[in-house]
């Protein structure tokens, strides 16, 4: 009894790895039978369409549902501007669910690269929308660094009401910055932050000098720091007519 048992058992498992094949050879799984007749986007979106979508994905949807290669699908969509991640997966018996995650740019990065509020770097798109980001310049190993210089400038200079617009972070470890209003502060490579700091401190009084402004600040200094000013600005005539 027992042998008979274990002969059946074994036919069973036989026909249902022999399914699949013999189903495939006789059309019981053909694009035609099990199409894909719906898309599910789900995300929220401000630069990638769900159009861009649906015209990615349109040639894996002729393999039907079945055949439809996911790791495919996830691939080709990773190739489209703006994408960060896709998940994808089958609904039956018709639908081809997917999950689009889109960047959140947060920086220029270099010429060619924007860099996103997660910490991933990835390709400046040809159509770019006007954006209000700060420059990066540096290597990819650097990120880090570079935005935690960047996250520190724009507190100490908040209070004089000025603006970082670029970081630079060179392959020799110089450090500089530029202010909205065109300013280069030069940190040069020892102790960038602590510099900055000592040099924040005197922003005021640095800021108050009547009739000149600074353009360019070099704290390379070990006990102070050099400033380059602008001319000074021709006080008005005792005689001239304001009116």
Do not use: C
Request: aromatic share 10%; charged share 20%.
């Amino acid at each position: 009894m027992s042998e008979l048992l274990r002969a059946m058992t074994w036919v069973v498992a036989s026909l249902l790895l022999a399914l699949p094949v013999f189903a495939v050879l006789n059309g019981w799984l053909a694009t035609e039978q099990w199409p894909v007749r719906r898309l599910e986007i789900q995300g929220e979106f401000v630069h990638v369409s769900d159009a861009q979508i649906q015209e990615a994905v349109a040639p894996h949807l002729v393999k039907g549902f079945f055949a439809l290669p996911l790791d495919e699908v996830q691939i080709t969509l990773m190739t489209l501007p703006w994408v960060a991640d896709v998940q994808a997966s089958k609904r039956w018996p018709d639908t081809l669910v997917l999950r689009v995650i889109e960047h959140r740019a947060a920086a220029f990065w270099g010429e060619d690269q924007l860099l996103s509020d997660e910490g991933a770097l990835f390709e400046r798109p040809t159509a770019l929308p006007s954006m209000s980001m700060p420059q990066f310049y540096a290597q990819e190993r650097d990120i880090r660094s570079v935005v935690a210089m960047y996250t520190e400038a724009q507190r100490l200079f908040a209070p004089q009401q000025r603006v970082v617009t670029q970081v630079r972070h060179s392959g020799r470890g110089s450090w500089s910055l530029q202010l909205q209003d065109g300013v280069v502060v030069m940190l040069g490579r020892t102790e960038p932050l602590e510099r900055l700091r000592r040099f924040a401190r005197t922003l005021p009084e640095v800021d108050a000098v009547p009739g000149r402004r600074w353009l360019r600040a070099d704290l390379r200094y070990s006990n102070g720091f050099a400033l380059k000013w602008s001319a000074p600005e021709a006080p008005l005539s005792a005689g001239m007519d304001n009116t």
